[in-house]
């Protein structure tokens, strides 16, 4: 899934991730999928400055299924 800056689910991008994840769990496991085979990433291009900010609660769910959060920046 992918979903651009410009969409209305962008600022819930993380969620809607970590959520498809976690309700799929079990078919994941059948078909051999670990989450440690899975990876977010979180790609941005910018100007004069990069920012980001997670809440805690977003953090904390990636990390509880075990799934690392790629972040690559850079400079348009």
């Known amino acids: 899934m992918l979903i651009e800056e410009d969409s209305p689910k962008f600022n819930q991008a993380l969620s809607l ?12 496991k059948e078909i051999g999928v670990s989450t440690s085979e899975i990876s977010f ?11 980001m900010e997670f809440s805690p609660d977003i953090t904390k769910r990636i990390g509880e299924l075990g ?6 920046c850079w400079e348009k």
Not at 17 to 28: R, S
Not at 67 to 72: D, N, Q, R, T, Y
């Open 17 to 28: 991730f970590i959520d498809l994840i976690d309700n799929n769990l079990l078919k994941l």
């Open 41 to 51: 990433w979180y790609m941005y291009e910018y100007e004069q400055q990069c920012n």
């Open 67 to 72: 799934i690392v959060l790629c972040i690559s």
